[in-house]
């Protein structure tokens, strides 16, 4: 990328996994807790992905990390006490310049003069100063177990997130209350001061492949990996939306509705009864078997000779079209060894017979599948020009996103 003349060297990695935090400034708060030694990389990944980031430390903190860690993550000077620059106020007060505030880690300590609106480091003075003026707050405890499970540290807890205040993690095990991964803060940042142009919306997914059973040990499958999907549920999540994946693989991530399904027929029952709460969009992203065979109840023995008789899955997304037809339904269509021609003109023949209002169509005999990396087509039912995406599963997501953002704005809004 273009380097920018007197630019901090760790500023070159600017925006380089993606734009979803551009334009925001985080403040990264850190405390005395051994789990100060992540933030280097947890303020880098903030960079990557678009921010600018700046960072407080209490006394403690800099006990564990020194404050030049941090200069050099974040690419500016280190808060370390308050000065006559007022920086609590530069940041935080009612014009300040900050996005988030974002106490990680948080000890038990800091927690509880938070709770208690006691400002004895230059951490708790920014903690008073962004929650008095209203600005977003996000804390991230790490601390042992037993500390995280004192009576007072729960409480204080209770009534932080009282005042709207959200806490990422923590993930506890070994006896210790441990700081979140990265990933999951960095995500619930996004979704916290990112793109929230799918709040309040319902999204549900189908991603990955199918399993059907040919005896209890025995499947019949296909080559399907689940990353667009996983993709698409995380984007969706970033965007704000309440997201829910049926599949057969493990996402783990907190905030995100998981149902397993192993058959087809277990994944159109799930979908279709999902469906009665009332979602927005339903994107069917799984290769969903288009055959079926009926189990042996015993395993078979491989001295045995084999003979299979299939019969057709149904067609989750035809089923669920004509069950919920207020529901935006968005398809994919992919196909092996066929020229561009006819690719797109098979996808807009079940765009056309399951009614859809859009379908992503791609040619997997060249890559797609298990990759990190596919190009697709976006077909619309509304008659546009087809839009092209090749990169990433991450930016494909991005950009179908922003299309069914577009999809669900009221027409005065387009």
């Excluded at 006691?118 to 100063?129: G, L, N």
């Excluded at 993709?231 to 998981?258: F, M, P, S």
Aim: net charge negative; charged share 25%.
């Amino acid at each position: 990328m273009p380097q920018i003349p007197n630019e901090h060297p760790t500023l070159w990695i600017k925006s380089t996994k993606s734009e979803s935090l551009k334009g925001k400034t985080i403040v990264l708060a850190v405390t005395g807790s051994i789990a100060a030694v992540r933030t280097v990389e947890l303020a880098r990944e903030f960079i990557r992905r678009g921010a600018d980031v700046h960072a407080v430390m209490s006394e403690a903190a800099g006990w564990i990390i020194n404050p030049m860690a941090l200069h050099y993550a974040t690419g500016n000077e280190v808060i370390t006490a308050i000065s006559g620059k007022v920086e609590h106020v530069e940041f935080f007060g009612n014009l300040g310049r900050a996005d988030l505030l974002l106490v990680a880690p948080a000890t038990a300590n800091t927690i509880g003069k938070i709770a208690s609106g006691i400002d004895d480091t230059p951490v708790t003075t920014f903690a008073t100063t962004a929650i008095g003026a209203g600005k977003p707050v996000m804390i991230v405890p790490a601390m042992h177990e037993d500390m995280y499970n004192h009576p007072a540290v729960v409480e204080n807890i209770k009534k932080i997130i009282g005042w709207g205040i959200s806490f990422i993690g923590p993930k506890v095990e070994e006896g210790i209350a441990k700081i979140a991964g990265n990933d999951e803060i960095v995500l619930e940042v996004e979704r916290a001061i990112g793109k929230r142009i799918l709040c309040g919306k319902k999204i549900l997914i189908t991603s990955g492949s199918t399993a059907e059973p040919i005896d209890p040990i025995r499947i019949l499958t296909n080559r399907a990996s689940g990353k667009t999907g996983v993709e698409l549920a995380l984007e969706a999540y970033r965007r704000g939306a309440d997201v829910t994946i049926v599949h057969r693989n493990k996402l783990g991530i907190c905030g995100i509705n998981e149902i397993h399904a192993e058959t087809a027929a277990q994944m159109t029952d799930t979908v279709l009864n999902e469906l009665k709460v009332g979602y927005d969009v339903l994107i069917s992203s799984a290769a969903i078997a288009d055959y079926t065979t009926d189990a042996s109840g015993q395993k078979i023995k491989s001295t045995e000779g084999l003979e299979l008789s299939f019969k057709h899955t149904r067609k989750l997304i035809k089923e669920a079209k004509q069950a919920y037809p207020q529901v935006k339904v968005i398809g994919f269509k992919a196909e092996a060894g066929v020229d561009t021609e006819e690719l797109l003109s098979r996808a807009k023949q079940t765009l056309e017979h399951s009614r859809l209002d859009m379908i992503v169509a791609n040619e997997v005999s060249k890559g797609g599948i298990g990759t990190d990396n596919n190009n697709v087509t976006i077909i619309y039912s509304d008659k546009r020009e087809n839009l092209n995406v090749e990169g990433s599963k991450n930016l494909i997501a991005n950009v179908l996103m922003n299309e069914i953002a577009g999809l669900l704005a009221p027409e005065d809004e387009e």
